[in-house]
């Protein structure tokens, strides 16, 4: 087992069209949120129904990070990237709270941009930290990085 057969399966596993997966239950929230501004159904019902169409991209992540845990020898590492899938699924449901204060008037749009224009990038940085420590914990932790580049040479 090592990271050229990990890049393999995840290159695989991301060619298989689960991707789609995630962009459907995005273009059903809006579809949901546009029945909101016609008055066919409540704002707490698309919120519901959001979180239940959520599953499946919640599965597929859950389902790449294991290819990746699968591969690690590090207990440390094997228990860090557990730890990334939990709380990447527990926050899911406030972003949708946070959206739901956003449309209801609770928290002002510029509130939300603002927010949103800190996380992300914090975000971003913040993956960058966890994948570097991620390496330092266990050599055969494949990045992003690294995966795109495999990719896009067409050897993995």
């Given at each position: 087992m ?10 695989k ?9 995630s962009?459907?239950s ?5 579809m949901?949120?546009?029945a909101?501004?016609k008055?066919?159904?409540s704002?707490?019902?698309?919120l519901?129904?959001s ?6 991209a919640w599965?597929?992540?859950?389902d ?5 845990k699968?591969?690690?020898?590090s207990?440390?590492?094997k228990?860090l990237a557990h ?8 926050a899911?449901?406030?972003v949708?709270?946070?959206?739901y204060?956003t ?27 966890y ?5 330092r914990?266990d050599?055969n ?7 795109r580049?495999?990719?896009?040479w067409g050897?993995?």
């Amino acid at each position: 087992m090592n990271k050229r057969d990990q890049m393999r399966e995840l290159t695989k596993f991301d060619e298989s069209g689960k991707w789609t997966v995630s962009m459907m239950s995005g273009a059903l929230a809006l579809m949901l949120f546009f029945a909101v501004e016609k008055g066919w159904i409540s704002l707490v019902g698309v919120l519901l129904i959001s979180e239940i169409a959520a599953l499946p991209a919640w599965k597929k992540t859950w389902d790449r990070e294991a290819i990746k845990k699968r591969y690690l020898l590090s207990r440390e590492a094997k228990r860090l990237a557990h730890w990334n899938s939990i709380t990447g699924l527990i926050a899911y449901p406030f972003v949708i709270v946070f959206l739901y204060f956003t449309v209801t008037g609770q928290i002002s749009t510029l509130a939300f941009f603002v927010t949103i224009a800190v996380l992300i990038p914090s975000s971003m940085m913040m993956h960058r930290l966890y994948e570097k420590h991620m390496v330092r914990l266990d050599e055969n932790y494949v990045t992003e990085r690294e995966l795109r580049e495999e990719q896009k040479w067409g050897s993995a």
